[in-house]
């Protein structure tokens, strides 16, 4: 089977120009590499769902060019599929049950320690579930950034995946999704590159396999802050893609053409694109290391 990239948005608001950039860069390095392009839509918690935005993303990414080679799949649809995998979990005994809020966790700076720390009677109230990680070491390799190691236990703490509302976790679908999907390598924005262990993590408990990893550098507004939907960013504007699909470009380090129409600026992109251009930065709760 041929490689397959992806591009993975959640239909929280319409496309913003950080998205662009991820979109942008997951395609060129799949096209580049020769694979199949996807996109999926993250849309786990519909409380968060903006109705018609999950349509608006699709038109405005072929505006610019990007269309998915395969249907596009919605997480909504998949619940069954990632209880599979808890429950697979479970068996083995790698999750436990958690009544632990936010505020138990405060005097440990969020990150659940070995056992629950909740005190009191719990009976009949719904509860989480967490992995246990103990002591896992995780290493892997980034395309960007290089050599990566992280200690679940110290650095993260047992992870929840599954709510204590019954909703399913972004670290288990994403590890079910990639693995069903076929994803031989994930590229996406580095505010993603510390959950990647996690992520790593779960495949190795699930028997998944691991893919390549690729992370992009952050689009930041002027108070260094990510550019996100909750900070209300702008949405570039499908009417007149190729201003924003520049300047994807150039944020990516990647040669930037000057022609009429973006799908042939996507063509003669792709045929200069190196990864090795792109740059990096460094996430400050995560352990790097040098090349």
């Known amino acids: ?58 038109s405005t990414l072929a505006a610019f060019g990007l269309q998915s080679d395969l249907p596009v799949i919605q997480q909504s649809g998949r619940n069954e599929r990632y209880q ?3 429950q697979q979990l479970r068996d083995a005994g790698h999750v436990y049950a958690c009544h632990c809020s936010r505020s138990d966790l405060a005097e440990f700076n969020g990150v659940h320690p070995a056992a629950c720390v909740r005190s009191g009677s719990t009976e009949g109230a719904p509860a989480a579930w967490r992995a246990r990680v103990g002591s896992a070491q995780i290493r892997f390799h980034d395309a960007v950034f290089g050599d990566i190691e992280q200690n679940l236990g110290e650095q993260v ?26 994803i031989s390598e994930v590229v996406r924005g580095a505010d993603l590159l510390d959950s990647t262990p996690r992520q790593i993590f779960l495949q190795r408990l699930l028997g998944l396999p691991t893919p390549e990893y690729l992370h992009l550098p952050l689009v930041l507004d002027e108070d260094g802050r990510k550019l996100s939907k909750q900070l209300r960013a702008r949405p570039v504007d499908a009417g007149d893609p190729l201003p924003a699909l520049r300047d994807a470009l150039r944020h990516l380090g990647q040669h930037v053409p000057l022609l009429a129409s973006p799908a042939a600026t996507l063509c003669a992109a792709l045929q200069r694109f190196d990864h090795r251009a792109i740059p990096a930065i460094k996430r400050a709760n995560v352990a790097m290391q040098d090349d």
């Open 84 to 86: 599979q995998a808890l």
């Open 157 to 182: 703490g047992d992870f929840v995946l599954r709510r204590s509302d019954g909703l399913h976790t972004y670290q288990l679908a994403v590890v079910v999704d990639d693995a069903e999907q076929g």
């Open 1 to 58: 089977m041929r490689g397959r990239g992806r591009f993975a948005p959640s239909p929280t608001g319409q496309l913003h120009f950080g998205s662009l950039v991820a979109a942008v860069g997951s395609w060129l390095r799949a096209k580049s590499l020769g694979h199949d392009w996807l996109v999926r839509m993250e849309d786990l918690d519909r409380t968060r769902e903006v109705p018609g935005s999950a349509a608006d993303i699709l």
